[in-house]
């Protein structure tokens, strides 16, 4: 039976909005990683089957297939396909979970699977805004609202599990502390791909302190807990990984990294909206066989502090294998691109300490979540 393994995954530094990256067109962010993948690997572009990548807001730079646009401003052959999908913020964490079915199934013996979104050139929320109201009278009678919104749903999700801003807050600053010190221990060197001299990620703050994030308004509530410094901060980054069979790969000489032992998805509350990865999780590891106690590390995507803290409460995980790296409330959420970049963290610490089993899932617009379970080898 065919299997699904990543070879090698590579991200950029993650860039603040406006920041470093902010002058670099997300199609040659997209091809800087595709570059680098193959660089590494000794890929020969023209053996790769499809292109399958990430991308939240489709318009402006980043619409026309960015994964097209992508594979041929890298310069790979012009018979390289790509196709560009959307699960909000976990597309690129589907992207990954499409090459793992195709060539499973057999249709594909090579997928390069990844993700990208240029906040700074293409903001948040662009395609909405084209778009208008799009929620037909059916959704928003069905749940009561005129609109749904991530950060009420955050402000819904510390309201029901009893979280105190002092306790998000500490959260937060925990995740900045983490991922300094990973950074510094060179944790990151391996897997990130320098653009343009910058090799690190810009947005860690290394002085905060509960005093300084006690002095940011609320910004969903007036009496609100959710404010900027203990929500993901808007960013720019790409990622991509090598997705293949381990036959395959043995054929090549290349040495996979892990397997993709389980993917799930799941749907939820799209009022409340980011509560599916606990759902998500329990799916995965039901499928898997697997318990909470057997993964040695989780990466939770920290859209906002009550999304990873609300989920170790409900699963019971180790709070210390809970995003050691720190997550993107230090380094930030480039949307499409953060289901890649978060998943070659994990790869690259599973590989690190040597830990068997990995975890990834990710909140996402209209109440969903991706989950992956990742077995190193």
Known sequence: MRDAVIVDAVRTPIGRRNGALSDIH??????????????????????????????????????SNIARIAALTAEWPETVPGTTVTRACGSSQQAV??????VMSGQHDVVVAGGVESMSRIPMGSATTILGDS????????????KFSQGIGAEMMAERWGLSRAELDE???????????????GAFTRQITPVDGYHQDEGIRRNGSLESLAELA???????????????????????LLVTTSEYAAARGWTPIVRIHTSSVVGDDPRIM?????????????????????VGAFEINEAFAPVPVAWQRETGADPDALNPLGGAIAVGHPLGGSGAILMTRLIHHMK??????????????????????????
């Open 26 to 63: 997300p199609a040659k962010l997209s091809a800087h990683v595709l570059t680098a993948l193959a660089e590494r690997s000794a890929l020969d572009p023209a053996d790769v089957d499809d292109v399958i990548w990430g991308c939240v807001s489709q318009v402006g730079e980043q619409s």
């Open 97 to 102: 979970s499409f090459a793992a079915a195709a």
């Open 135 to 146: 929620y037909p009278r059916e959704v928003t009678d069905r749940y009561n609202v005129e």
């Open 171 to 185: 959260f937060a600053l925990r995740s900045h502390s983490r991922a300094a010190e990973a950074t510094d221990a």
């Open 218 to 240: 609320p910004v969903f509530k007036e009496d609100g807990v959710i404010h900027a410094g203990n929500s993901s901060q808007i960013s720019d980054g790409a990622g991509a």
């Open 274 to 294: 980011l509560t599916a990865p606990i759902a998500a999780t329990k799916k995965a590891l039901d499928r898997a066989g697997l318990t909470i106690a057997n």
């Open 352 to 377: 690190d300490r040597s830990i068997r089993f990995g975890l990834q899932s990710m909140c996402e617009a209209g109440g969903m979540a991706n989950a992956t379970i990742l077995e190193l080898l």
